[in-house]
């Protein structure tokens, strides 16, 4: 990381002010973009200080119109680099007309209707997956872990409960999303196979999981 993002008080007062690692991780990425569309250096954060408020209010309408129309983001993805913009000029005490701007971003609309996996559906997932992706499949679908929490998770999150052949799972730990959730004696099985060491044979399939 350059000494510029380090040692300025706008970075500090951006990312400090998060609690979440995931957030400002995301937090990061999207603002960054915001800069290129400003023509700003990535990292040069105190230049993204220097626009008067008339200014300001029209870059910010123009990226959001430019997400929207160009890049045909979702309305979801669209709050999302919003929200890092706004987070930005608030913790460095620009004062916006957010009520104002937040009309660009049209009204959400539901696209896509979600449905949960099947028994039968998981069933095939699990015949043709490796021992590795089994365990991934089950804590998603038995303890309903999002897909972004299982590269964090450590074996010490994880709790046996020998009593009801099941473990407990400490998810996002020390983090202001934690929550604790259950798996399947199924799914503890699965891990137990993997945790001890036991070989990842992967069945060759034309099936791609959706993981």
């Known amino acids: 990381m350059s000494n510029v993002i380090v040692e300025s008080d706008t970075y500090k007062?951006?990312?400090?002010s998060v609690d979440s690692e995931v957030t400002k991780k995301n937090y990061r990425?999207?603002?960054?973009?915001?800069?290129?569309?400003?023509?700003?250096d990535e990292g040069?954060?105190?230049k993204m200080l220097q626009f008067d408020q008339k200014t300001l209010e029209g870059k910010?309408?123009?990226?959001?119109?430019?997400?929207?129309?160009?890049?045909?983001?979702?309305y979801n993805s669209i709050n999302?680099?919003?929200?890092?913009?706004?987070?930005?000029?608030?913790?460095?005490?620009?004062?916006?007309?957010?009520?104002?701007?937040?009309?660009?971003?049209?009204?959400r609309r539901l696209c896509v209707e979600d449905k949960p996996y099947s028994k039968e559906q998981i069933r095939q997932m699990l015949d043709f997956a490796d021992l590795r992706l089994k365990?991934?499949?089950?804590?998603?679908?038995?303890?309903g872990l999002r897909r972004g929490a299982i590269p964090k998770l450590r074996i010490r999150d994880?709790?046996?409960?020998?009593?009801?052949?099941?473990?407990?799972?400490?998810?996002?730990?020390?983090?202001?999303e934690a929550y604790t959730a259950f798996v399947t004696p199924e799914c503890t099985k699965h891990l137990d196979q993997y945790l001890n060491g036991e070989p990842c044979k992967v069945k060759r399939s034309q099936i791609q999981l959706r993981l």
Do not use: P
């Open 13 to 16: 007062n951006f990312i400090s």
């Open 29 to 40: 990425f999207v603002f960054s973009k915001f800069m290129i569309f400003c023509n700003i």
């Open 44 to 46: 040069d954060y105190d």
């Open 60 to 74: 910010i309408r123009d990226y959001t119109i430019h997400l929207k129309v160009d890049k045909k983001l979702s």
């Open 80 to 107: 999302l680099y919003i929200a890092a913009v706004s987070h930005f000029y608030q913790m460095n005490d620009v004062v916006l007309n957010w009520k104002k701007l937040s009309t660009f971003k049209g009204k």
């Open 135 to 143: 365990c991934i499949i089950l804590l998603m679908s038995s303890a």
């Open 158 to 176: 994880l709790k046996k409960i020998t009593k009801h052949g099941l473990y407990k799972i400490s998810v996002y730990k020390k983090e202001s």
